[in-house]
Every structure is written in structure tokens, then in C-alpha cells.
């Protein structure tokens, strides 16, 4: 197979990104785009026929079964568990946006499915494709201390799910990227609910089994946008900042006080299109997949036990 003959499920805010950087990927052939609102799908296809693609349409996810050999699925997360099962079940590759369910349980089926059936399925951790992050993995080998802020101004999307699988979820795949085989022994989590039903603010301090402290705030009510995540261990640190696309890099001289201070900037870092050429190549070259549904699946199932924590705490003041 020298292309991959892709269809995407959902052009809405995401999607839409996922269909013009699928578009600019030379091995991927985006052959069906669908969503159950076509005015979404037009307002896509536009851009599309700019760049010489003029993939068909549809608006039941069913009907390009038989038109693809992959899916990029970017529909809202209550739907996750019933597009990818169908898609695994025929044996095509499937791309999965975060967080993989709003279940666990359901989330731990897809991933069996998918083993079981030896189908590839890549779950959309974005931030693992920053360029300021793989500078920092390469750099600091043993934290001791991560804090993260991920902060967004409220906007009516991704309302089915809580800021913890919204947004959390991305700083929790780091942190178990970060500290490999390490345990979380300790979490204090606490949270509240402003527009919606779920907690919309959610802070969760985690103590991994080697003493290493991760200090999380996520929060979907701020006036500004923030994605920040530092990281301390002996004698060095480092900030990401994946919104200007930033890496700091600090080094102390204890002796003489001194710092030594490097920055770089990617500002033509483009992490989405980077992690659907990781799919697609992958894919046709027959490589694994990263972060595949088991990886995926971690961060979820830390997710759920920083809700519960939430969830008791929050009782405490009602
Ligand atoms: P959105 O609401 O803007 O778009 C979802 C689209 O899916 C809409 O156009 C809707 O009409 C369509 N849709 C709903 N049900 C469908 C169905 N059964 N079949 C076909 N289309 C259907 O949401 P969004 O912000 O684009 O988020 C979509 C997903 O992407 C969510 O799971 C979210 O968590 C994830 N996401 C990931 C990141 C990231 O950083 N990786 C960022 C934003 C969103």
C-alpha cells in the first residue's frame, strides 16, 4: 500500500485542523470526511479544494467502512467508545482524539478490542509532539518536581466531559512519560464546578513512588490561556511553554550561584501534523504506535482516580 486512504469523523473545531494537516500529509489520501451537522463539512471542504483534495461526504460515520483503510475520529468524547468499536471491529487503523472514553470501563474494552484484533490504534496526546517537550525528556532525566498549568477561557465545547479529561489528561501523560515505571502513591485533589455540572477548576497534587511531587492545576474558566509545565530535578530546570512554543532550560553552578540559562523557540512547530505523520507512516511501514491505547489508557485511569478525590472533597462542603 503506498497511501493510506484516511477518513475523519467530527469537522468540528479540531477536526477541521486534523482534514488541512491530513491534507498536506503526502502519503495520507483523505478520501471521506463526516459529521452529523453538513454545514461543519462544507465550510471544511472549502479550504480542502484550495489545497487540490476534494474528499467525499458524509453524515453517517457507517457508510466509509468500505472507503478507508484508517479513521481519525474527532467527534465529542460520549461518542468515542461507539464510532472506534465499529471501526476496530471491521480492522481499520484508528486515530482516537483524548481522552479515549468518558468510561473507564469502556475504555478498557477499545484498547482490549484492539489488541485482541491486532488493529493500530494511536490515541491524540498532541503534546508528546511538541518540539519543546522532546527537548525537555532529552534533557531532564530525573525530576523531582513538576508543576503544570493548563489554563483555557470557557468556550460551549467538550462540556460532556470534566476539565480533568479535558485538560489534565494531557499533563498526566506527561508526567507518566516523564517518570517511566514510577507509581502514584499519593493524591490530593480538589475541584469545583462553575458553568457546568462537572468540575470546570480542578488542582491535584500526585507523590509517586520515588518521592516525586507533581503540583496540577487545570481550569476551563480563565480570562487567559496558559500551558505551562516546569520541571525540577538536581541542579536543573526546565520550562515548556507549548503556547509560544518555548523550551527554558536553567542550569545552577552551587558553587559560584550562577545560572546558565539556554531558550529555544519552535515557532514552526506544527505537533498535530507531527502526530498524524506518526500515525500514517506508521502505519504503512507497520511500526508501532505512540502513544498507543494501552498508553492511553494510564492517564485515563489517573484521571478517574483524581476525579474521585474531587468528588469526596467536593462532598465535604455541600
Ligand atoms: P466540537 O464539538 O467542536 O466538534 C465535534 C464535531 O463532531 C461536531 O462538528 C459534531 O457535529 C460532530 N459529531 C458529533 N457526533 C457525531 C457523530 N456521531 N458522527 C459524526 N460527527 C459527529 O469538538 P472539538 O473541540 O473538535 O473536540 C472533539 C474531540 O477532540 C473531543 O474528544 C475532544 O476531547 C478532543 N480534543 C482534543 C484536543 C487535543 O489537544 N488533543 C483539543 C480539543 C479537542
Known sequence: MEKLRVGIIGIGHLGRFHAEKLAQIDKADLVALVDINPERVQEAVKKLKKLGKNPQIFSNYRDIARLVDAVVIVTPTFTHYEIAK???????????????????????????????????????????????????????????????????????????????????????????????????????????????????????????????????????????RQRRIRIFEKGSYAVIDTLEKSFLYVQVDPSTKEYFQEKKLFPQDDPLKSELIHFVEGILAGRPLSPNGKEGLQSLELAFQIRKQVEQNLRKFL
Do not use: W
Open 86 to 224: 465499529f471501526f476496530i471491529e471491521k480492522e481499520k487503523a484508528v486515530f482516537l482524539e483524548k481522552p479515549i472514553t468518558n468510561e473507564l470501563n469502556l475504555a478498557e474494552e477499545l484498547v482490549n478490542l484492539a489488541e485482541k484484533k491486532n488493529v493500530p490504534l494511536q490515541i491524540g496526546y498532541i503534546e508528546r509532539f511538541q518540539e519543546a517537550v522532546k527537548e525537555a525528556i532529552s534533557k531532564i532525566k530525573n525530576p523531582v518536581f513538576i508543576e503544570a498549568h493548563r489554563l483555557s477561557c470557557f468556550t460551549e465545547r467538550n462540556l460532556d466531559i470534566d476539565v480533568i479529561l479535558d485538560l489534565m489528561i494531557h499533563d498526566l501523560d506527561l508526567v507518566l512519560m516523564l517518570k517511566p515505571g514510577r507509581k502514584v502513591e499519593f493524591i490530593h485533589a480538589v475541584g469545583a464546578p462553575f458553568f457546568t455540572n462537572l468540575p470546570d477548576i480542578v488542582n491535584a497534587r500526585l507523590v509517586l513512588d520515588d518521592g516525586t511531587t507533581c503540583n496540577l492545576t487545570a481550569s476551563r474558566l480563565s480570562l487567559s
